[in-house]
């Protein structure tokens, strides 16, 4: 309710004043990040548990300790910024990989601190909030090289904007989202316009899914992938038709999810009067697995592009053409994605014991590196079908391809690294019977 409320009375104060749009989001981001420093409930969950062993006789709240790590990441990525300008070569031209590089390291040292004390209070209380804020440092760092470029500290401050989001930055950061803003009053009113529009499609998506949801698993008992995943011994003793249909299930309720939630987020920024592009653009009309990843999560996409795909495209193989796409795309789709999901479950290093935990990582490189492959088999072999080939060849097949690989691969996304990879192959040879 009060991240309800701030997007509310955010949206009030910049439809009073839209000349001071960019104040307002800013201060309204702060107070969002004071109160809800994290995207998930593990991380706050971890804060909570460091507030109750601090290794020191005072005892501190957990409020206490988030405001007090919130203030000192603040004063981080400030100096981060400062020290880009004027810094050496490798900081000033690669921001990015230097941030990325000093928090794995940094998340190497803390994984092997003994919980208990001070010190491991103290690092995984800044880890916590570096880990939520992880992608918004990296756009302000990148966001420096901008034609018009904001100062060093309004971009410091805009770490998390008060409509939440995933920890991939919905919008991006300041100067895509100044693209897109909205200068006058009749592009306003057609930003609003779209935005209402929008904010119709969420409900009416929610509805379906809701109503879809309770359909498939209350009525007709289909069960859900996630505990058949992990319950094997239930999966085997269920008919292969309702497998298949837990399988297709999934697939069907996820399109549903993503797409009201990411048009709800992006609904909020139209409102504030920044028109960016929705999150999810019809994904079943895909016919490529690459068209799919593009149409799915547009902003988790351009998250892994930006920082991972064009650096490597831009740099490596220039000579040969397949293999620079195929290269690219692995480190996009493959360690890009690894090392985001990585980021996103850190917290499950802080319990003093990382190599208990490295096995948990296996189902996701998995998970990554099979949908690389998709991704460079459907770039590089990929058949283009056009309307001279049939319905069957051009409208049907080619969705029907991409609807199957997308529910097979969903049998290893590990994001919460449950169950282990073989639990996944025992569910995925159940469903033919082996």
């Given at each position: 309710m009060p991240a309800l409320a701030l997007v509310c009375l955010t949206l009030f104060a910049a439809a009073a004043f839209p000349h001071r749009r960019l104040t307002i989001l800013l201060i309204s981001s702060l107070?969002?990040?004071?109160?809800?420093?994290?995207?998930?409930?593990?991380?706050?969950?971890?804060?909570?548990?460091?507030?109750?062993?601090?290794?020191?006789?005072?005892?501190l709240p957990p409020m206490a300790l988030q405001i007090a790590g919130v203030l000192a990441f603040l004063l981080f990525a400030r100096a981060a910024m400062a020290g880009q300008r004027r810094g050496g070569a490798l900081?000033?031209?690669?921001?990015?990989?230097?941030?990325?590089?000093?928090?794995?390291?940094?998340?190497?040292?803390?994984?092997?601190?003994?919980?208990?004390?001070?010190?491991?209070?103290?690092?995984?209380?800044?880890?916590?909030?570096?880990?939520?804020?992880f992608w918004f440092l990296a756009y302000a760092a990148v966001d420096q090289k901008a034609k018009m470029a904001l100062p060093d500290t309004i971009r410091a401050l805009y770490m998390r904007p008060s409509w939440g989001g995933d920890v991939a930055p919905i919008g991006k950061?300041?100067?895509?989202?100044?693209?897109?803003?909205?200068?006058?009053?009749?592009?306003?009113a057609v930003t609003r316009l779209k935005a209402l529009k929008l904010a119709v499609w969420?409900?009416?998506?929610?509805?379906?899914?809701?109503?879809?949801?309770?359909?498939?698993?209350?009525?007709?008992?289909?069960?859900?992938?996630?505990?058949?995943?992990?319950?094997?011994?239930?999966?085997?003793?269920?008919?292969?038709?309702?497998r298949w249909a837990?399988?297709?299930?999934?697939?069907?309720?996820?399109?549903?999810?993503?797409?009201?939630?990411?048009?709800?987020?992006?609904?909020?920024?139209?409102?504030?009067?920044?028109?960016?592009?929705?999150?999810?653009?019809?994904?079943?009309?895909?016919?490529?697995?690459?068209?799919?990843?593009?149409?799915?999560?547009?902003?988790?996409?351009?998250?892994?592009?930006?920082?991972?795909?064009y650096p490597a495209f831009l740099r490596f193989f220039k000579n040969s053409p397949r293999l620079r796409i195929a290269f690219a795309t692995f480190c996009a789709a493959g360690i890009g994605n690894f090392i985001y999901h990585l980021i996103f479950v850190s917290h499950v290093f802080a319990n003093g014991s990382p190599t208990l935990e490295l096995d948990r990582l296996v189902t996701l490189a998995f998970y990554v590196c099979m949908l690389s492959a998709g991704l460079i088999v459907s770039q590089l072999w990929g058949r283009k079908t056009s309307p001279a080939d049939g319905v069957w060849c051009h409208d049907v097949l080619p969705r029907v391809q991409v609807i199957l690989f997308f529910c097979f691969l969903k049998i290893f996304d590990s994001v919460w690294l449950e169950g282990d990879l073989s639990d996944r192959f025992t569910f995925l040879l159940g469903l033919f019977g082996a």
């Open positions: 107070v969002f990040l004071l109160l809800r420093p994290f995207r998930t409930q593990e991380f706050t969950q971890l804060l909570s548990e460091l507030s109750a062993n601090t290794g020191i006789a005072l005892t900081w000033s031209k690669r921001p990015v990989l230097v941030h990325l590089s000093t928090f794995l390291a940094s998340l190497g040292i803390a994984a092997n601190l003994e919980p208990g004390q001070f010190v491991h209070t103290a690092v995984w209380t800044f880890l916590a909030v570096w880990a939520s804020c950061g300041l100067s895509f989202l100044s693209r897109f803003e909205a200068h006058d009053a009749e592009a306003l969420t409900a009416i998506l929610s509805w379906a899914y809701q109503a879809l949801a309770a359909v498939l698993h209350g009525t007709l008992g289909v069960p859900k992938l996630g505990a058949m995943i992990l319950s094997s011994d239930h999966a085997a003793s269920l008919p292969l038709t309702l837990g399988l297709f299930a999934n697939y069907a309720l996820d399109l549903l999810i993503i797409a009201a939630w990411g048009h709800a987020v992006v609904a909020i920024v139209r409102m504030m009067g920044y028109a960016i592009p929705r999150n999810t653009v019809n994904p079943m009309a895909s016919r490529s697995i690459a068209e799919f990843w593009n149409r799915y999560y547009y902003y988790f996409k351009e998250l892994l592009v930006d920082f991972f795909f």
